[in-house]
């Protein structure tokens, strides 16, 4: 338990977190790469160009102090970003070395303005909320381990099958190159798969969904090729594009996430997705249609055009399982075939227009999946639309970041 002067303490930086927190997360990734390089192994090197892993970071640490006196009110991000953690084999000796380099940050950001009382109050306060991450990441490592076909850290997968889906998007079939079995997930659940890249210094991961129902013996992930081939994301995407073949061999961690599908809720729900947003839907469209085929579904997708689309066919099949299956896409710039699919819906965005056409039940289940721009237009769009907020789930591909933020 922290003492009343500790929370009244952190509390009272608050205020400077909230102008100086990505300033000092900055500052914090820069010296703890420095120190730890092979850290560099851990984390995703796009996700720190883009800024996007430090404003995640700020985020967090604003959200501990404001609420350090009320810790459960963290625990569904705790459990979000433990879930990160664990397909990321972050363990708990990584904790000394996160608490040593954030108190050197706000230290080095503060100056003077962080005197002793400070700090020491943040170490106190760290070591509890390190607790609680450690805690809650030791449960799910336990999980993995025990589950049937279950593992802990990474695991060599072999690249049985690669699929052309759409111009822009190529699916990998992994099996077990110890020809065991593999656990199960839930829909909606990804995977970090692993790489050592020619020219590369560090390992590189990324995280995919699983874009096919579970039960399978193998996994399905579905990745888009980047345009820009030099950045880090899309040195990575282009890689697996153009070098990964079956027969390769890649590393896997067991599936995590808490962006899943309610086995349990048989109300009408709304899969809404954006680009290759669509993938952690094709694992919850084949999960409904294999157990619930009863269930009223909306799978709305949108993209530039069908040709950059992923799994038309597949969807189309679908619909002879499901009884009360409506599909609907949406696409920025149609080509010709296009405008003749019978499931294409109108040119343009999803707006607020769209969902009062045709969104009849707003207590249904909406999940929402796509780049930050189309999350924010469709989260916010639901909001204003009048869906309340526990009706409506999504994910980020990355760090969360706040979407009432430009």
């Known amino acids: 338990m922290l003492s009343e002067q500790t929370i009244k303490i952190v509390k009272s930086t608050v205020p400077v977190l909230e102008v100086k927190g990505t300033e000092i997360t900055t500052v914090f990734y820069k010296n703890m790469f420095k120190k730890h390089p092979e850290l560099l192994h851990i984390f995703n090197h796009a996700n720190q160009q883009q800024g996007r892993q430090q404003a995640a970071l ?60 400070i700090i020491n109050a943040w170490a106190e306060a760290y070591g509890v909320i390190a607790d609680v ?10 999980e993995a381990a025990e589950q049937k076909g279950g593992w802990i850290d990474y695991r060599d997968f072999i690249v049985a099958d690669k699929v052309k889906e759409s111009d ?119 999960w409904i249609a294999n157990e619930q085929p009863e269930r009223e579904v909306h799978f709305i997708h949108a993209a530039r055009n069908g040709n950059v689309q992923a799994f ?23 080509t010709e075939a296009d405008l003749q699919n019978s499931h294409f819906s109108k040119q343009g965005y999803i707006d607020k227009q769209w969902f009062s056409e045709n969104v009849k039940d707003k207590q249904g289940q909406f999940h929402v999946c796509g780049p930050v721009p189309f999350l924010r237009a469709v989260v916010l769009g639901l909001r204003d ?22």
Do not use: W
């Open 58 to 117: 700020a985020n967090t640490v604003y959200a501990a102090a404001k609420n350090i006196d009320q810790l459960h009110v963290l625990i569904p991000a705790v459990k979000q970003i433990a879930h990160k953690h664990r397909s990321l084999a972050i363990k708990p000796e990584h904790y000394p070395i996160v608490g040593e380099s954030l108190l050197g940050a706000i230290k080095e950001v503060l100056g003077d303005a962080a005197t002793d009382e």
């Open 133 to 142: 991450f450690i805690n809650v990441e030791k449960e799910m490592y336990q």
């Open 168 to 286: 822009v998007i190529t699916s990998f079939y992994l099996k077990p190159a110890d020809g065991g079995e593999i656990a199960s997930f839930l829909p909606g659940q990804y995977i970090t798969i692993r790489l050592k890249m020619a020219g590369e210094k560090f390992m590189v991961n990324r995280q995919y969904s699983l874009s096919h129902m579970p039960g399978n013996e193998h996994y399905r992930i579905s990745v888009k090729r980047e345009a820009e081939p030099d950045t880090p994301e899309g040195r990575v995407s282009n890689y697996l594009h153009d070098k990964v073949q079956a027969g390769d061999i890649i590393e896997a961690t067991a599936p995590a996430g808490d962006f899943i599908l309610d086995q349990n809720d048989h109300n009408p729900v709304y899969l809404i997705s954006g680009g290759v947003g669509i993938t952690p839907f094709m694992s919850m469209i084949h």
């Open 312 to 334: 038309k066919e597949e969807l189309a099949n679908l619909k002879g399982d499901l009884k009360n299956f409506k599909l609907s896409y949406i696409y920025e710039d149609p």
């Open 385 to 406: 639309f009048g869906v309340e907020q526990d009706h409506i789930h999504y994910e980020f591909f990355g760090p969360a970041l706040n979407l009432e933020e430009n």
